[in-house]
């Protein structure tokens, strides 16, 4: 990225100082805004641009991340972000918010110490039960938000998770939600079961457990 970033600079007339990247040092002597420059020449550019400053302005500083039940943080998981899904309240698949709810599914969101409503990313976590042994396990399901954040989040809820002895990981066991889902599905696929009655459940691939 800085690479692109210095030969855009360049083409323009600038320069980039060392300490001061925030801004292009022209030959005259003036400045302008780097992120202003970007946004005329490569729309892209500056997106990567802004996630980058806005990656390391929350590693000066704790995260925190929130596992919650609660109906409010998993009516809030595409309505009111930074993204948005199908699962936007009043989307095209809005039902699928309230049977997480139902289903007492959670949510595991990324904050900024101090910051609760700064949400950065976000998973959904849901449980299913095994056809190897007929007991629950859970699901980590895709992640939404700023996309420096997927990694850590996918990797400490795994250890949450397997911690607790369940799988969190992907594989060739079948797990199948007891409940219906009217929601998009990322990471599984809809299939009927005895007990469905106007939804279908979800079939998710799990691996061994923690």
């Known amino acids: 990225m800085f690479r692109s970033i210095a030969d855009e600079v360049g083409k323009g007339g600038g320069k980039l100082v ?17 992120g202003r420059f970007l946004k005329k020449v490569d729309v892209d550019l500056a997106k ?3 996630r980058y400053k806005q990656q ?5 500083g704790r995260m925190l991340l929130h596992i919650s039940q609660n109906p409010e943080d998993i009516l ?4 009111g972000q930074d993204w948005t899904t199908c699962e936007t309240v009043g989307g095209a698949f809005s039902k699928g918010i309230f049977d997480d709810i139902k289903a007492n599914n959670a949510i595991a969101y990324l904050t900024p110490e101090g910051k609760p409503d700064k949400w950065l990313g976000r998973r959904m976590v849901r449980w299913c039960v095994r056809e190897d042994d007929d007991k629950p ?3 980590i399901e895709r992640y939404y938000g700023d996309p420096n954040y997927a ?4 990797r400490k809820l795994q250890e949450l ?4 002895h369940f ?3 992907s594989g060739s066991v079948a797990c199948v939600t007891p409940y219906e889902y009217g929601g998009y599905v990322d990471s599984g696929v809809k299939i009927r079961t005895p007990s469905s009655v106007r939804g279908r459940a979800i079939k998710y691939g799990v691996g061994d457990r923690g």
């Open 161 to 164: 998770l397997r911690d607790k």
């Open 56 to 60: 390391i302005k929350y590693q000066r």
């Open 48 to 50: 990567d641009y802004a």
């Open 137 to 139: 396990d859970a699901v």
């Open 167 to 169: 799988s969190g990981l």
């Open 76 to 79: 809030a998981k595409s309505t």
């Open 18 to 34: 060392e300490g001061d990247y925030s801004y292009i040092h022209r030959k005259d002597g003036s400045k302008v805004k780097l």
């Open 151 to 154: 990694d850590v989040t996918y």
